[in-house]
């Protein structure tokens, strides 16, 4: 079964709005996780890395006041697009390293927004 | 940073043909996997190969890491096979996996 879940899968909201998605790892604990974001058609862009109990990183050019991460907890971290505009509209997905086996990074199902 | 180009970017089979996809990468990497995307966006893990050759089914991949690539085979390929591949690598402690430009594969019947 599935060992990194994201929720929600599908999400429409109207621009000026914001959207939370939430990443969590169900049987182990994730000091790190890792945000990207896929366009239609494209490669997985890295937008940052999730710390629990401190800031995130984010990665060159990704605006960290426009995408909002929150590591509050080993298993729980969130991504929050604040005032979405259509551009934001995109596939988002959460990955996580289970630390008990080697160096495995497990992917949660991916979370769709569109921006109307 | 790390650079990962894959090949051949878009792939058509008939339905039982064999097909290899490759990976190169620019830098040493201490984690290397490889992913097949479904149509709903889902990531599957394949295989974790940071060196070496292993086997699954009908699948196979081999990374020679001196070399900077990685090899995925795919024999007898079925419909359910199309989708997106992708090779991801890291070479750092915090395993930040970088992705590959994908191969998109396409398995007619």
């Known amino acids: 079964g599935a060992v990194v879940s994201q929720h929600p899968s599908w999400v429409i909201c109207k621009s000026g709005t914001s959207v939370k998605i939430e990443c969590r790892s169900l049987d182990f604990q994730a000091t790190t996780m890792f945000w990207y974001r896929q366009f239609p058609k494209q490669s997985l862009m890295l937008m940052a890395t999730?710390?629990?109990?401190?800031?995130?990183?984010?990665e060159q050019g990704v605006e960290k006041d426009k995408f909002l991460i929150n590591h509050a907890s080993l298993t729980l971290s969130t991504l929050t697009v604040t005032s979405a505009h259509p551009e934001d509209s995109s596939f988002y997905i959460c990955?996580?390293?289970?630390?008990?086996?080697?160096?495995?990074?497990?992917f949660g199902e991916g979370s769709w927004l569109t921006v109307v | 940073g790390i650079q990962v180009e894959q090949s051949p970017p878009d792939l058509i089979l008939q339905e039982g043909a064999n097909s290899t996809l490759r990976c190169n990468f620019s830098d040493s990497v201490n984690n290397l996997q490889w992913f097949h995307q479904n149509p709903w966006g889902q990531l599957i893990n394949l295989f974790y190969i940071p060196s070496g050759t292993k086997q699954n089914g009908r699948l196979s991949a081999t990374t020679v890491a001196t070399e900077r690539y990685s090899l995925l085979y795919i024999s007898s390929s079925q419909t359910t096979d199309s989708g997106v591949y992708f090779c991801?690598?890291?070479?750092?402690?915090?395993?930040?996996?970088?992705f590959g430009t994908g191969t998109r594969l396409l398995v007619s019947p």
């Open positions: 999730s710390n629990e109990g401190s800031k995130a990183t984010y």
């Open positions: 991801a690598v890291a070479n750092t402690g915090f395993q930040k996996l970088v």
């Open positions: 990955s996580a390293r289970d630390p008990r086996g080697p160096n495995t990074i497990y």
